[in-house]
């Protein structure tokens, strides 16, 4: 909704007024009218939806075909300096939002907002199995997999999650710079997430189950999260100082779910039901912030913060378990977190920033024993692992005006992360970067940056490089490139051109990441046809490409100890690699004007995104059966996966008709049409028979008409 | 003589009509001389302004009246020239240039002031609160200001707006565009979320210009069921989501940084069978597909079996496929 005036003065108009007394009264209505944002207006809306596709389902909360009737309200009225506000939108869809305010600037605020966040899954799923959105799921009795493809039980499930969000807050200002302000927010998030277990291949009657070991076990999700922040500001115009309490408890209603296998669905002898739910958790946290003018062109900021986070929902039971794990984790995190920074512009032109950051994650809890596994003879312990870390962030900047609008900005990034239990206990990474730009040209502005960083750490444990480096631990160059040019071509006419890349390298490492590079170009443009209409339009090439190594199992002649079905992993190990690469266009296109007196608009997208995942130094043969006695070649036969592709085609228009000063009636119009060629669940069939697949070609046609009142 | 009479009258009514413009001409001097000062139509003092600004102007300047600004009953609330300084040269143009100078503190684009200058009208007051680590921010260290975002003349201003926010941020963050439009995105351009949900642009003390101190204490915010800590802790995990997510949109599920098991394999691909080669079902001979293969691929890959890879709070010893790789 937007307010429109029913007027719009002039220069004429005021003179007018100022001339002749006696069209001063009406001068001032009009004026009260442009300076009052005093708003009543509802809309009814009435789009009608020709079919529920789930790729545009995910976030519009519309599952159902036909008319969707919804209302948006706005109303605020101020009085002196007195705001009430009541705001809604969607109201009736699965999307709504609410909210009412009211305060009395520069003295008091209280607010409530509701917010509704609906997510469908973007997959469509025909299952057998019972009790989804329970915690008990019990899986087919089923002989074998045609048996399981044909079930007569199969029915549809829609998957998804909604989050219901309310927040309280209020404000009061003590005296003038001191503010206490108080924030509750309570989520509410309930429905069931894609999820799946592994259990074993069935042994049932021929053919045996072929498709997977893995039984289709969505999560179901019931939980309650809290999050309170309490403040106390005090502002001076030297100094300014903020201490706070924020608190988030985390409340699940459940904490394990239990699969119940069918016939030749079984799970394994020791038993993966019941799977764990995420836990209740809490952090609490207390924090002081602040800063200081030493003068007007020197500040400092200063936040320091202490939490603590508890974990000890009480463990599921119906599992073999050690003695002495008490009944719960009673985990215990604290954390400090310190913030330091100081900017000073020491000339004229010379402007210095440096700062400092922080964190130390301490894991206090306990360490027990809660499993042993014995193999050949040797017996492993697993405990609990906490996980503490320390990290330190550093940051020197100076920005000297070059004259003519041209700035150069230098700096460094430092970083440095250390813990004992990581493989490598301290990774350090310093990055140095220059930066050309120009900001206050009639015509032409734009930045320029180059960045290089190198990563490195301390020696791996036990001085042993291992043969792969975790990617957030490995050593890394990392080059960059940044630039954006704004040309104001002429008085209607602005055209941006941006670009970025980025260069990677991951050494010493013989798997894992070796290299990776990335950009991205974008050109916008914007141009004012008249005062009336508007268009702008973009277009953005992205693309990436990242090169990575590993060593596995692949059934070919002369190997086929990797053939046997279970012997996957013992087999001979290949080495091979992978080049994953992307490459996305996306063209955007908005038009906005009038005609007669109807307002229009138009909005396209097109959008095309392709993924290959490249990989080489496969045999040119493989094995296609478990005896090797046939093969085949590799393309075809070995399962080299193919492109993923993701189109989005989006028009949206709008015609919008003042019926009178006060009505207006709106049209929309979306087409949306997305295609999905993506092998994810490309002919995927769970152990139980359940299918999760998504249409490949998916289009959507909304028309809404809508009716918008100010009263 | 009545020609005479006549024509003397005929010169009375002339010179009485010859007369009247100077008279009132004369009327209009002593009227200005007792003008009262013009009136203020919207902010303390603004006559000095809208005596010539109106909302023939754009921005529209009587329109801030409708905002927090323009509540003259808060005390606190400026002036034009609290913003844009006394501009006397752009008011009175001594020099009766045929180009008025500008404004002292001249907001267009074209303003000979840098960010920085500019922004000093709105850190004179916002300097506490959310917006205390303003100077540290990247926006106030890369040539951006208030102004560059924020509209002050309008009663919505679309930064402000939740559906309309990303819009403005799209101005300069062109790969956070392109990357909510993957098919796994945070619901952004569905209105349902926006970019200040995470990201404070006025500066923070945490990294990014994140609402809160560490990358995953923002992310906790809305997915506290991954903050554990767990029986079984996945180091990454706690060390930050931005090892496997990218927030802003990927082709991948669940906003994933690459398909699995690729992502796996960046750290897992040495041993044993994490390294194994990914297949498609429909291009794997049944034979020797039937437990491993494609099960790296499709569906939900490496997490397929590995179904608690955010960590594990199961105290089971099960001996095989146990919590303690996340099974369970």
Same mark, same amino acid.
């Given at each position: 909704?937007?307010?429109?005036?029913?007027?719009?003065?002039?220069?004429?108009?005021?003179? &007018?007024?100022?001339?002749?007394?006696?069209?001063?009264?009406?001068?001032?209505?009009?004026?009260?009218?442009?300076?009052?944002?005093?708003?009543?207006?509802?809309?009814?809306?009435?789009?009608?939806?020709?079919?529920?596709?789930?790729?545009?389902?995910?976030?519009?909360?519309?599952?159902?075909?036909?008319?969707?009737?919804?209302?948006?309200?706005?109303?605020?009225?101020?009085?002196?300096?007195?705001?009430?506000?009541?705001?809604?939108?969607?109201?009736?869809?699965?999307?709504?939002?609410?909210?009412?305010?009211?305060?009395?600037?520069?003295?008091?605020?209280?607010?409530?907002?509701?917010?509704?966040?609906?997510?469908?899954?973007?997959?469509?799923?025909?299952?057998?199995?019972?009790?989804?959105?329970?915690?008990?799921?019990?899986?087919?009795?089923?002989?074998?997999?045609?048996?399981?493809?044909?079930?007569?039980?199969?029915?549809?499930?829609?998957?998804?999650?909604?989050?219901?969000?309310?927040?309280?807050?209020?404000?009061?200002?003590?005296?003038?710079?001191?503010?206490?302000?108080?924030?509750?927010?309570?989520?509410?998030?309930?429905?069931?997430?894609?999820?799946?277990?592994?259990?074993?291949?069935?042994?049932?009657?021929?053919?045996?189950?072929?498709?997977?070991?893995?039984?289709?076990?969505?999560?179901?999700?019931?939980?309650?999260?809290?999050?309170?922040?309490?403040?106390?500001?005090?502002?001076?115009?030297?100094?300014?100082?903020?201490?706070?309490?924020?608190?988030?408890?985390?409340?699940?209603?459940?904490?394990?779910?239990?699969?119940?296998?069918?016939?030749?669905?079984?799970?394994?002898?020791?038993?993966?039901?019941?799977?764990?739910?995420?836990?209740?958790?809490?952090?609490?946290?207390?924090?002081?912030?602040?800063?200081?003018?030493?003068?007007?062109?020197?500040?400092?900021?200063?936040?320091?913060?202490?939490?603590?986070?508890?974990?000890?929902?009480?463990?599921?039971?119906?599992?073999?378990?050690?003695?002495?794990?008490?009944?719960?984790?009673?985990?215990?995190?604290?954390?400090?977190?310190?913030?330091?920074?100081?900017?000073?512009?020491?000339?004229?032109?010379?402007?210095?920033?440096?700062?400092?950051?922080?964190?130390?994650?301490?894991?206090?809890?306990?360490?027990?024993?809660?499993?042993?596994?014995?193999?050949?003879?040797?017996?492993?312990?697993?405990?609990?692992?906490?996980?503490?870390?320390?990290?330190?962030?550093?940051?020197?900047?100076?920005?000297?005006?070059?004259?003519?609008?041209?700035?150069?900005?230098?700096?460094?990034?430092?970083?440095?992360?250390?813990?004992?239990?990581?493989?490598?206990?301290?990774?350090?990474?310093?990055?140095?970067?220059?930066?050309?730009?120009?900001?206050?040209?009639?015509?032409?502005?734009?930045?320029?940056?180059?960045?290089?960083?190198?990563?490195?750490?301390?020696?791996?444990?036990?001085?042993?490089?291992?043969?792969?480096?975790?990617?957030?631990?490995?050593?890394?160059?990392?080059?960059?490139?940044?630039?954006?040019?704004?040309?104001?071509?002429?008085?209607?006419?602005?055209?941006?051109?941006?670009?970025?890349?980025?260069?990677?390298?991951?050494?010493?490492?013989?798997?894992?990441?070796?290299?990776?590079?990335?950009?991205?170009?974008?050109?916008?443009?914007?141009?004012?046809?008249?005062?009336?209409?508007?268009?702008?339009?973009?277009?953005?090439?992205?693309?990436?490409?990242?090169?990575?190594?590993?060593?596995?199992?692949?059934?070919?002649?002369?190997?086929?100890?990797?053939?046997?079905?279970?012997?996957?992993?013992?087999?001979?190990?290949?080495?091979?690699?992978?080049?994953?690469?992307?490459?996305?266009?996306?063209?955007?296109?908005?038009?906005?004007?009038?005609?007669?007196?109807?307002?229009?608009?138009?909005?396209?997208?097109?959008?095309?995104?392709?993924?290959?995942?490249?990989?080489?130094?496969?045999?040119?043969?493989?094995?296609?059966?478990?005896?090797?006695?046939?093969?085949?070649?590799?393309?075809?036969?070995?399962?080299?996966?193919?492109?993923?592709?993701?189109?989005?085609?989006?028009?949206?228009?709008?015609?919008?008709?003042?019926?009178?000063?006060?009505?207006?009636?709106?049209?929309?119009?979306?087409?949306?049409?997305?295609?999905?060629?993506?092998?994810?669940?490309?002919?995927?069939?769970?152990?139980?028979?359940?299918?999760?697949?998504?249409?490949?070609?998916?289009?959507?046609?909304?028309?809404?008409?809508?009716?918008?009142?100010?009263? | 003589?009545?020609?005479?009479?006549?024509?003397?009258?005929?010169?009375?009514?002339?010179?009485?009509?010859?007369?009247?413009?100077?008279?009132?001409?004369?009327?209009?001097?002593?009227?200005?001389?007792?003008?009262?000062?013009?009136?203020?139509?919207? &902010?303390?003092?603004?006559?000095?302004?809208?005596?010539?600004?109106?909302?023939?102007?754009?921005?529209?300047?009587?329109?801030?009246?409708?905002?927090?600004?323009?509540?003259?009953?808060?005390?606190?609330?400026?002036?034009?020239?609290?913003?844009?300084?006394?501009?006397?040269?752009?008011?009175?143009?001594?020099?009766? &240039?045929?180009?008025?100078?500008?404004?002292?503190?001249?907001?267009?684009?074209?303003?000979?002031?840098?960010?920085?200058?500019?922004?000093?009208?709105?850190?004179?007051?916002?300097?506490?609160?959310?917006?205390?680590?303003?100077?540290?921010?990247?926006?106030?260290?890369?040539?951006?200001?208030?102004?560059?975002?924020?509209?002050?003349?309008?009663?919505?201003?679309?930064?402000?707006?939740?559906?309309?926010?990303?819009?403005?941020?799209?101005?300069?963050?062109?790969?956070?565009?392109?990357?909510?439009?993957?098919?796994?995105?945070?619901?952004?351009?569905?209105?349902?979320?926006?970019?200040?949900?995470?990201?404070?642009?006025?500066?923070?003390?945490?990294?990014?210009?994140?609402?809160?101190?560490?990358?995953?204490?923002?992310?906790?915010?809305?997915?506290?069921?991954?903050?554990?800590?767990?029986?079984?802790?996945?180091?990454?995990?706690?060390?930050?989501?931005?090892?496997?997510?990218?927030?802003?949109?990927?082709?991948?599920?669940?906003?994933?940084?690459?398909?699995?098991?690729?992502?796996?394999?960046?750290?897992?691909?040495?041993?044993?069978?994490?390294?194994?080669?990914?297949?498609?079902?429909?291009?794997?001979?049944?034979?020797?597909?039937?437990?491993?293969?494609?099960?790296?691929?499709?569906?939900?890959?490496?997490?397929?079996?590995?179904?608690?890879?955010?960590?594990?709070?199961?105290?089971?010893?099960?001996?095989?496929?146990?919590?303690?790789?996340?099974?369970?």
């Amino acid at each position: 909704m937007s307010t429109q005036s029913i007027f719009r003065p002039t220069i004429l108009a005021i003179a &007018l007024a100022a001339a002749f007394p006696a069209a001063s009264s009406w001068a001032d209505d009009e004026i009260s009218e442009l300076t009052s944002p005093n708003t009543a207006e509802a809309a009814i809306n009435l789009p009608y939806t020709d079919k529920i596709n789930p790729l545009y389902r995910q976030y519009d909360g519309v599952n159902n075909a036909g008319i969707n009737a919804n209302a948006d309200l706005e109303y605020v009225r101020r009085k002196d300096a007195e705001w009430f506000r009541i705001n809604a939108r969607n109201l009736g869809l699965r999307t709504q939002e609410m909210g009412i305010s009211y305060e009395k600037q520069g003295d008091w605020a209280i607010s409530l907002d509701y917010d509704q966040i609906p997510r469908y899954s973007p997959y469509q799923v025909s299952t057998a199995v019972s009790g989804v959105g329970s915690t008990r799921i019990v899986q087919p009795n089923i002989a074998n997999t045609a048996a399981a493809a044909n079930n007569a039980n199969l029915y549809d499930v829609t998957l998804k999650t909604e989050r219901e969000i309310t927040t309280l807050a209020a404000s009061k200002f003590l005296m003038p710079g001191l503010k206490l302000g108080f924030t509750v927010k309570n989520e509410d998030k309930s429905g069931t997430r894609l999820s799946g277990v592994r259990g074993v291949t069935g042994s049932g009657a021929t053919p045996a189950n072929i498709y997977s070991a893995f039984l289709f076990a969505p999560e179901p999700i019931n939980q309650n999260h809290k999050q309170l922040e309490a403040t106390v500001e005090y502002t001076t115009e030297k100094y300014q100082l903020v201490a706070g309490y924020y608190g988030s408890f985390l409340g699940t209603k459940q904490n394990a779910l239990t699969v119940v296998p069918g016939t030749n669905t079984a799970l394994v002898t020791a038993s993966l039901s019941p799977i764990a739910l995420a836990p209740d958790n809490s952090v609490q946290q207390f924090y002081v912030t602040g800063a200081y003018n030493f003068s007007k062109d020197t500040r400092a900021n200063l936040k320091v913060a202490w939490s603590e986070g508890r974990q000890d929902d009480a463990f599921l039971v119906g599992q073999p378990t050690l003695a002495g794990i008490g009944g719960n984790l009673n985990a215990k995190v604290q954390n400090t977190e310190v913030y330091s920074a100081i900017t000073s512009r020491v000339t004229r032109d010379l402007k210095l920033l440096a700062s400092w950051r922080y964190e130390d994650r301490q894991d206090k809890t306990p360490v027990r024993l809660f499993g042993t596994t014995t193999s050949s003879g040797v017996t492993t312990n697993y405990y609990n692992n906490p996980e503490s870390h320390t990290a330190n962030w550093g940051k020197l900047e100076a920005n000297y005006r070059l004259g003519a609008g041209f700035n150069l900005t230098g700096g460094f990034d430092y970083t440095n992360k250390s813990s004992k239990e990581w493989e490598r206990h301290d990774v350090s990474e310093l990055t140095s970067r220059i930066a050309v730009s120009r900001s206050m040209g009639e015509s032409l502005n734009g930045t320029l940056s180059f960045s290089h960083a190198e990563r490195k750490g301390s020696e791996w444990n036990h001085g042993t490089t291992p043969p792969i480096l975790p990617v957030y631990l490995a050593d890394r160059n990392r080059d960059r490139v940044r630039g954006m040019l704004d040309l104001a071509a002429t008085e209607n006419l602005n055209i941006q051109f941006a670009y970025e890349a980025y260069f990677e390298d991951y050494n010493k490492s013989t798997y894992g990441l070796d290299k990776g590079q990335g950009q991205i170009f974008s050109v916008d443009g914007s141009y004012a046809i008249s005062d009336v209409w508007k268009l702008n339009a973009w277009y953005t090439k992205q693309n990436g490409e990242t090169r990575q190594y590993a060593q596995g199992a692949v059934c070919t002649t002369g190997n086929n100890s990797n053939c046997t079905v279970n012997t996957f992993r013992t087999g001979t190990l290949v080495q091979w690699d992978a080049n994953l690469k992307q490459d996305s266009d996306q063209f955007g296109l908005g038009l906005n004007g009038r005609i007669s007196r109807v307002d229009v608009g138009a909005q396209l997208l097109i959008y095309q995104d392709v993924n290959k995942q490249e990989l080489s130094k496969m045999p040119a043969t493989t094995c296609t059966n478990a005896a090797c006695t046939t093969t085949a070649p590799v393309a075809s036969a070995m399962g080299i996966l193919p492109d993923t592709k993701y189109t989005q085609n989006t028009l949206k228009l709008f015609g919008m008709y003042p019926v009178s000063k006060a009505t207006r009636v709106r049209l929309d119009y979306i087409y949306d049409m997305r295609k999905m060629d993506d092998y994810t669940w490309s002919n995927w069939v769970y152990a139980d028979g359940t299918r999760v697949y998504v249409k490949p070609e998916q289009t959507t046609q909304v028309i809404g008409l809508s009716l918008l009142h100010a009263f | 003589m009545k020609v005479l009479r006549q024509l003397f009258a005929s010169c009375l009514v002339l010179g009485a009509l010859a007369a009247a413009p100077a008279a009132h001409a004369a009327d209009a001097t002593a009227s200005a001389a007792a003008k009262p000062p013009a009136k203020d139509l919207v &902010l303390k003092g603004d006559a000095k302004c809208t005596s010539c600004h109106d909302e023939a102007d754009e921005p529209k300047v009587l329109h801030i009246g409708k905002t927090k600004h323009g509540t003259l009953a808060d005390g606190r609330t400026p002036s034009c020239t609290n913003c844009h300084g006394e501009s006397d040269l752009h008011t009175y143009n001594p020099q009766k &240039l045929k180009d008025r100078p500008a404004t002292d503190r001249n907001f267009s684009k074209t303003s000979r002031l840098t960010a920085e200058e500019k922004s000093t009208a709105c850190t004179a007051c916002h300097q506490g609160g959310k917006h205390m680590n303003w100077n540290t921010s990247a926006h106030a260290n890369r040539d951006v200001g208030c102004t560059s975002c924020h509209q002050v003349h309008v009663a919505k201003d679309k930064v402000r707006d939740k559906r309309a926010q990303a819009e403005v941020c799209y101005t300069c963050h062109k790969q956070q565009r392109a990357e909510t439009s993957k098919p796994s995105h945070h619901p952004i351009p569905e209105g349902k979320m926006t970019c200040s949900d995470c990201h404070n642009a006025h500066g923070s003390a945490g990294p990014k210009m994140l609402v809160k101190d560490t990358t995953n204490a923002t992310c906790y915010t809305c997915h506290a069921e991954k903050r554990g800590p767990f029986v079984h802790n996945h180091q990454p995990v706690v060390e930050d989501c931005g090892n496997c997510h990218n927030p802003h949109g990927t082709t991948a599920e669940a906003m994933l940084k690459a398909r699995q098991p690729f992502l796996c394999q960046q750290c897992h691909a040495d041993a044993a069978h994490p390294g194994n080669v990914p297949g498609i079902r429909a291009n794997m001979p049944n034979a020797v597909s039937s437990n491993i293969g494609p099960g790296y691929a499709q569906a939900r890959g490496c997490a397929n079996c590995h179904t608690n890879v955010h960590g594990s709070n199961s105290p089971s010893n099960a001996t095989s496929s146990g919590p303690f790789r996340f099974f369970r």
